[in-house]
């Protein structure tokens, strides 16, 4: 997970969003560990709570300076 975030900070993406569902324990403490915050929940799913969760990148300085260049 750890690789996935370093690349999406070196492309610039600010922020980095997943779904998951409360039955599912691992994925909750997992995302938890890795930095993701709770940001939203569905309460109406049919498969039970949907949980959407956020975690915000730190800008990559040569991403930022090739954004910079396009404008």
């Given at each position: 997970?750890?690789?996935q975030h370093e690349w999406c900070q070196?492309?610039?993406?600010?922020?980095?969003?997943?779904?998951?569902?409360?039955?599912?324990?691992?994925?909750?403490?997992?995302?938890?560990?890795?930095?993701?915050?709770?940001?939203?929940?569905?309460?109406?799913?049919k498969d039970g709570m949907k949980i959407?969760?956020?975690?915000?990148?730190?800008?990559?300085?040569?991403?930022?300076?090739?954004?910079?260049?396009?404008?």
């Amino acid at each position: 997970m750890a690789a996935q975030h370093e690349w999406c900070q070196n492309q610039g993406y600010l922020t980095v969003s997943t779904k998951t569902q409360n039955r599912f324990k691992a994925m909750l403490i997992l995302n938890i560990k890795h930095g993701f915050e709770i940001v939203a929940t569905d309460p109406t799913d049919k498969d039970g709570m949907k949980i959407l969760m956020e975690k915000k990148m730190k800008a990559h300085p040569a991403s930022l300076q090739a954004r910079v260049a396009e404008l």
